[in-house]
């Protein structure tokens, strides 16, 4: 008989303990407005590991060519630019994830700082930064004068990219698609894609003036910072 009430206990306690825990669930589903849905799913999930907090890998934003939030369409450059900041901070020119100038690469300047590339191929041609200040404009002539129908132009400015700027140099910039050079000035912080042969203005310009009132440094404006995409040309026709 003692056997039998113990094989009738067991059965009846497990039974007490899963009205007790049912129970205790609805009582706080009353308490609390949850779902039982929700209950479930969440119970589920944390003993599976499913709401575990994501890794700082996944949460980290995708990343692209020269740091653009969005990738760029077939047949097109990814590029990004950086003027200076004040004299301190040299400029940077990143073109399809490739830095083509910059403070690391020891290949800037005081002035203008410019990358020229093939707008057919994509390939870089030169590198060069001319001092605005205490250089001589005569070798920023000789270097874009002979630009070649389609060659991308790329400037990015550091300290003072105007005061050296004579009529010629800005009638070349303004014939590269530039519609702010014409009033570029001492200490303006400049950003600029152009193209040889434009047929309109370029869309790739910024520029920040120099203001008492209004500069972000003692003397100097705010760095600017642009990026974009551009589209590759056809192959000239020869």
Same mark, same amino acid.
Not at 167 to 180: A, C, M, P
Not at 219 to 225: A, D, I, V
């Given at each position: 008989?003692?056997?039998?009430?113990?094989?009738?206990?067991?059965?009846?306690?497990?039974?007490?303990?899963?009205?007790?825990?049912?129970?205790?669930?609805?009582?706080?589903?009353?308490?609390?407005?949850?779902?039982?849905?929700?209950?479930?799913?969440?119970?589920?999930?944390?003993?599976?590991?499913?709401?575990?907090?994501?890794?700082?890998?996944?949460?980290?934003?995708?990343?692209?060519?020269?740091?653009?939030?969005?990738?760029?369409?077939?047949?097109?450059?990814?590029?990004?630019?950086?003027?200076?900041?004040?004299?301190?901070?040299?400029?940077?020119?990143?073109?399809?994830?490739?830095?083509?100038?910059?403070?690391?690469?020891?290949?800037?300047?005081?002035? =203008?700082?410019?990358? !020229?590339?093939?707008?057919?191929? @994509?390939? %870089?041609?030169?590198?060069? $930064? *001319? /001092?605005?200040? +205490?250089?001589?404009?005569?070798? =920023?002539?000789?270097? !874009?004068?002979?630009?070649?129908? @389609?060659? %991308?132009?790329?400037?990015? $400015? *550091? /300290?003072?990219? +105007?005061?050296?700027?004579?009529?010629?140099?800005?009638? !070349?910039?303004?014939?590269?698609?530039?519609?702010?050079?014409?009033?570029?000035? *001492?200490?303006?912080?400049?950003?600029?894609?152009?193209?040889?042969?434009?047929?309109?203005?370029?869309?790739?310009?910024?520029r920040m003036k120099n203001s008492k009132i209004g500069?972000?440094?003692?003397?100097?404006?705010?760095?600017?910072?642009?990026?974009?995409?551009?589209?590759?040309?056809?192959?000239?026709?020869?």
């Amino acid at each position: 008989m003692r056997d039998r009430i113990m094989r009738f206990t067991g059965p009846m306690r497990a039974v007490a303990v899963l009205l007790l825990v049912g129970l205790t669930w609805l009582l706080a589903n009353t308490l609390f407005g949850g779902g039982s849905g929700s209950f479930v799913h969440h119970f589920f999930n944390s003993v599976s590991g499913e709401s575990r907090e994501p890794t700082p890998a996944e949460v980290r934003p995708r990343r692209y060519k020269c740091g653009l939030s969005a990738p760029c369409p077939t047949k097109h450059l990814a590029f990004r630019l950086v003027s200076g900041a004040a004299n301190v901070i040299g400029p940077k020119i990143c073109l399809e994830d490739k830095m083509l100038l910059s403070s690391v690469k020891n290949n800037i300047g005081r002035g =203008l700082n410019i990358a !020229l590339v093939n707008g057919v191929t @994509g390939e %870089l041609l030169d590198t060069k $930064s *001319f /001092d605005m200040w +205490a250089g001589d404009v005569s070798d =920023l002539l000789k270097f !874009l004068r002979p630009l070649h129908e @389609g060659t %991308l132009v790329f400037v990015a $400015s *550091f /300290d003072d990219p +105007a005061s050296k700027l004579n009529d010629e140099s800005r009638r !070349l910039f303004e014939e590269l698609g530039s519609t702010v050079v014409k009033e570029l000035a *001492f200490r303006d912080s400049w950003v600029f894609v152009g193209a040889k042969g434009i047929e309109n203005k370029s869309p790739f310009e910024q520029r920040m003036k120099n203001s008492k009132i209004g500069n972000k440094y003692e003397g100097w404006p705010e760095s600017l910072e642009m990026d974009g995409c551009i589209p590759l040309r056809p192959p000239l026709e020869s």
